[in-house]
């Protein structure tokens, strides 16, 4: 059963969600903390071309299934034009000024 986006608890990753989903990159950007840092399958990557490959340059899109730890956990469906369709799992790291400053993910 996935989760509209419009439902995630967590207002930080709720605005990431909308933001891979309307390609925003703009909106993407002003969700991280100065210096933020990814990992995606566990190896830490150069975030902004991760972010142009992964999300912006191949359709990125993200569909949740769960969250925990109060919304800064997901597991979802994500595609892209690249490898097509894959479960995931997504983790975040909230600053206090409600600003991403990680976030990690690979396939489940």
């Known amino acids: 059963m996935t989760i509209q986006t419009t ?6 990753v709720r605005a990431f ?3 891979v989903n309307a390609h925003d990159r703009e ?13 995606d399958d566990g190896l830490d990557r150069d975030l902004d071309d991760w972010i142009d490959q992964e999300i912006f ?3 990125g899109h993200l569909q949740v299934d769960r969250e925990s730890n109060g919304g ?3 597991l979802a469906h994500y595609r892209n034009d690249t490898w097509g369709e894959m479960r995931t799992r997504w983790s975040f790291t909230v ?8 976030f990690e993910t690979g396939q489940v």
């Open 7 to 12: 439902r995630l608890r967590d207002p930080a």
């Open 17 to 19: 969600v909308a933001a």
């Open 27 to 39: 909106a993407f950007l002003a969700l991280l903390a100065p210096g933020a840092t990814m990992a």
């Open 57 to 59: 340059s191949s359709n």
């Open 72 to 74: 800064r956990a997901l």
């Open 95 to 102: 600053d206090e000024d409600g600003r991403i400053s990680r």
